[in-house]
């Protein structure tokens, strides 16, 4: 009775309310809830992305300072010094002191490494040391203790020890890190020494910080114990985390509840130095501009709803419509399905941003056929350098001449050529690596040939020139890529010639293409050389085809292709013949040492990479 003797204006407003109103309130209320927790979403699933990165920058910093060591051999005098016996008068020592530490002064603390807070040097029972920061509890005896095994011992990789593995400590407890370093004596293949340079952990700082500047979050990095190394709150580095034990994930993001506000945390594992990157910031701060706009909002609602009521619906079904498909489309995406379209035909950011996902899913497919036909590639070139071990014919005919040696009586030769087919046998089957150094390859055909040698006699000659540069840099190659090249040129030399000579050197090279130095192989012969009809068929063989044919039989073909796949088409096999005088084969690849080429393929091992050498 009362709703019926209201008046008309009342029952309007009242309608307005029950039909417009109270559906717009609730549905800005359920997109306040949407888009809070969809800003959580996004901050969870960007946020460890940001750490990597930020996990790749500080393990690119460490790479640095641990090649700093290397510093050393720039100057003679220091290595001089390092290398004499530890036997010395008072007066000498005191002059190998300040020369070492004056040496280390200008070098590492007044260079470009503004982290670097102290160097010190232990060598023969000496220690030479550097400070920028006064410091206490580092001798030669105590703090290096717990490290005796590493320091007599040979360890590859550079360590890094923390303030709470060693008694160091600094003015002021500056947080630091030490990075223990052997320095190699490659000529006299000894260690001559071991470094520890202090790092302060500023560049931590500085690396976070571009990743967020929030003061409402905290960043951390500790080990997998819970220490801290780093983080925003000084008075917390060294601390323990107690909740590292109730992580659920070392990497990604998830929600904390509990004592205090929520919290939103992401974190990433650092693989290379075991360390685990950590923000943390409460969940109210994620939406706090989301509550400005929301009362905001409100207020402008409450003043203009009699006539924006129905523009407000219809904007609001066009915004959530779009959010809707394309969160629909992500989820598709999210199952693995990537061949439909999902682009949008509105022009507003939700469409541009559906025209990036769809980018995205379009690169991504693209990536993953790609990655696909090169990992297919890869496999079939190892598995045709499996199925090449050393030439069965080879082996026949070198135990043949081994046989008719041991007839002959000539234990010499039997010892050396038994000697000389151990040692590639070993190196065939023995080194599962990818890469070898140079010098090994080098003496791999080395032994080749000589076997040959004993087995032609006169009819073969050859020399090898090796660079000094090569085995100074300690540069590596692709494994068993000489000798199908060399086993070419005996085989179809020695058919129609005498005597033939073979000449080989090795040495670094200036790419005038990357600007960079390469490593090439020149291998000529005075062979019968190649008709030009042949050379034109290799050429073009060798310009257009990167996979393994095993009909083949991994020569010069195969080995470009292993090449290419390795390190690009601006790499592999040229060949120059004249015809019935000779050919050279040209091989460049880029001239990586040993942690480059370890890099390069994952850290990695296969089996033994041989090789039949026919054409």
Do not use: C
Not at 30 to 46: A, D, K, N, T
């Amino acid at each position: 009775m009362k709703l019926r003797n209201t008046r008309l204006s009342s029952k309007l407003i009242l309608i307005y309310l029950l039909l417009t109103v109270v559906p717009m309130s609730l549905l800005g209320y359920l997109s306040y809830v949407q888009f809070s927790r969809s800003i959580e979403e996004q901050i969870g699933e960007y946020m460890p992305r940001f750490l990597y990165q930020a996990n790749s920058n500080v393990e690119q910093r460490i790479s640095e300072l641990a090649s700093l060591p290397d510093l050393l051999f720039n100057s003679d005098d220091m290595i001089a010094i390092l290398r004499r016996d530890e036997e010395q008068s008072v007066s000498d020592l005191n002059k190998d002191l300040f020369a070492v530490n004056s040496y280390m002064s200008r070098t590492y603390l007044a260079g470009s490494n503004p982290d670097v807070l102290a160097v010190f040097l232990l060598s023969k029972n000496r220690l030479f040391q550097s400070s920028k920061v006064a410091y206490s509890g580092f001798d030669r005896d105590q703090a290096i203790a717990p490290y005796r095994y590493e320091l007599t011992g040979l360890v590859e990789k550079p360590k890094i020890i923390l303030p709470s593995e060693t008694t160091l400590k600094f003015q002021n407890d500056v947080p630091y890190i030490l990075i223990m370093k052997q320095i190699a004596d490659t000529d006299n293949r000894r260690i001559i020494g071991t470094m520890f340079i202090a790092v302060q952990l500023t560049f931590i700082d500085r690396i976070l910080h571009d990743f967020e500047k929030n003061d409402k979050a905290d960043l951390w990095v500790m080990n997998r114990k819970g220490e801290r190394l780093y983080h925003t709150d000084p008075e917390l580095i060294g601390t323990f985390d107690p909740e590292i034990g109730r992580y659920p994930i070392l990497s990604g993001s998830f929600r904390t509840t509990g004592p205090g506000p929520d919290r939103l945390v992401s974190v990433t594992e650092s693989t290379e130095l075991g360390w685990v990157f950590v923000h943390s910031i409460p969940l109210r701060y994620l939406t706090e501009k989301t509550d400005l706009v929301r009362n905001v909002t409100v207020f402008v609602f409450i003043g203009v709803v009699l006539v924006t009521a129905i523009l407000a619906v219809v904007l609001s079904l066009n915004i959530t419509r779009p959010l809707k498909k394309l969160s629909r489309l992500m989820k598709n995406a999210e199952m693995g399905h990537f061949q439909a379209d999902h682009s949008l035909q509105s022009r507003d950011e939700v469409g541009s941003l559906a025209r990036s996902f769809n980018s995205m899913i379009t690169t991504t497919r693209e990536l993953i056929q790609t990655n696909y036909r090169i990992e297919i590639r890869q496999k079939e070139a190892e598995l045709y350098a499996l199925q090449s071990q050393i030439n069965p014919h080879f082996i026949y005919n070198t135990l043949e001449t081994i046989g008719m040696a041991v007839e002959e009586q000539e234990t010499d030769t039997v010892v050396d050529m038994v000697t000389l087919l151990g040692r590639m046998l070993r190196f065939s089957v023995g080194n599962k690596a990818k890469a070898v150094p140079v010098s090994e390859e080098v003496q791999h055909i080395r032994d080749y040939l000589t076997i040959q040698k004993y087995r032609f006699e006169d009819r073969l000659t050859f020399d090898i020139q090796l660079g000094a540069d090569i085995e100074k840099d300690n540069l590596y190659s692709p494994k068993f890529i000489l000798q199908p090249i060399v086993e070419n040129a005996i085989k179809h030399g020695l058919e129609t010639r005498k005597a033939l000579d073979i000449q080989i050197a090795i040495g670094k090279e200036l790419s005038f293409r990357s600007g960079k130095h390469d490593v090439v192989y020149r291998i000529r012969d005075n062979g019968p050389g190649i008709p030009a009809e042949r050379m034109a068929e290799l050429e073009e063989a060798l310009r257009s085809d990167t996979h393994i044919d095993k009909d083949s039989g991994f020569g010069l073909s195969n080995v470009n292709a292993r090449i290419v796949l390795m390190h690009g088409p601006e790499y592999g096999l040229q060949l120059h013949s004249i015809y019935g005088k000779g050919t050279e084969v040209i091989v460049r690849i880029p001239a990586r040492d040993g942690t480059e080429s370890a890099a390069e393929s994952g850290g990695g091992r296969i089996d033994s990479e041989p090789s039949r050498g026919e054409e």
